[in-house]
T-cell receptor, first 116, second 109 residues
Framework: GAVVSQHPSRVICKSGTSVKIECRSLDFQATTMFWYRQFPKQSLMLMATSNEGSKATYEQGVEKDKFLINHASLTLSTLTVTSAHPEDSSFYIC????????????FGDGTRLSIL | GQNIDQPTEMTATEGAIVQINCTYQTSGFNGLFWYQQHAGEAPTFLSYNVLDGLEEKGRFSSFLSRSKGYSYLLLKELQMKDSASYLCAVLDSNYQLIWGAGTKLIKSQ
């Protein structure tokens, strides 16, 4: 089945650091990738939709200058949390969808970000 | 607005049959997905329904009624490893996935 690789799986760093998370579709081309955030015991919250070769579409309330998204190829999207603060600590999950709107989203393993 | 409703939590014993319901009101419909999410892990895809009826896949089955805006996920012969959250999500007319809050399935003794 479709495989999505997300790296790193865990990051612990100091406040003010910028953190980059990579999301790769390993065996399919993904024109669209999605970035989610999930706080403990809460549902997935879509942050942004990443489109290959164009600007990402951010959900309301998500700061685009804080969460930089780049989708430079059909298999790679990156999320950079700039100048991270403790309130940015969360579980970040990417997903990718094969060509065709009705294909299921396949998720990476997630990145647990802890800002001290 | 768009809305997905599913119970917050359910409890069942090992070997039991569990039905997790999901009702939705969305702008358009292009299919309904069920995902399983274990604590601390990312969701994994379970099933996709776009036509009315029952889709069976091993111990898991998913049912859809588009006229009622209703789906359920049926788990048979419940096992320890099935303790997880089950997420219902609907693809709307813009092919955007609308997520339910998830149902936490707890195995009781």
């Amino acid at each position: 089945g479709a495989v999505v690789s997300q790296h790193p799986s865990r990051v612990i760093c100091k406040s003010g650091t910028s953190v980059k998370i990579e999301c790769r579709s390993l065996d399919f081309q993904a024109t669209t990738m999605f970035w989610y955030r999930q706080f403990p015991k809460q549902s997935l919250m879509l942050m942004a939709t990443s489109n290959e070769g164009s600007k990402a579409t951010y959900e309301q309330g998500v700061e685009k200058d804080k969460f930089l998204i780049n989708h430079a190829s059909l298999t790679l999207s990156t999320l950079t949390v700039t100048s991270a603060h403790p309130e940015d600590s969360s579980f970040y999950i990417c997903s990718a969808r094969d060509l065709g709107g009705q294909q299921p989203q396949h998720f990476g393993d997630g990145t647990r970000l802890s800002i001290l | 607005g768009q809305n997905i409703d599913q119970p917050t939590e359910m409890t069942a014993t090992e070997g039991a049959i569990v039905q997790i319901n999901c009702t939705y009101q969305t702008s358009g419909f292009n299919g309904l997905f069920w995902y399983q999410q274990h604590a601390g892990e990312a969701p994994t895809f379970l099933s996709y329904n776009v036509l009315d009826g029952l889709e069976e896949k091993g111990r898991f089955s998913s049912f859809l009624s588009r006229s009622k805006g209703y789906s359920y996920l049926l788990l048979k012969e419940l096992q320890m490893k099935d303790s997880a959250s089950y997420l219902c999500a609907v693809l709307d007319s813009n092919y955007q996935l609308i997520w339910g809050a998830g149902t936490k399935l707890i195995k009781s003794q």
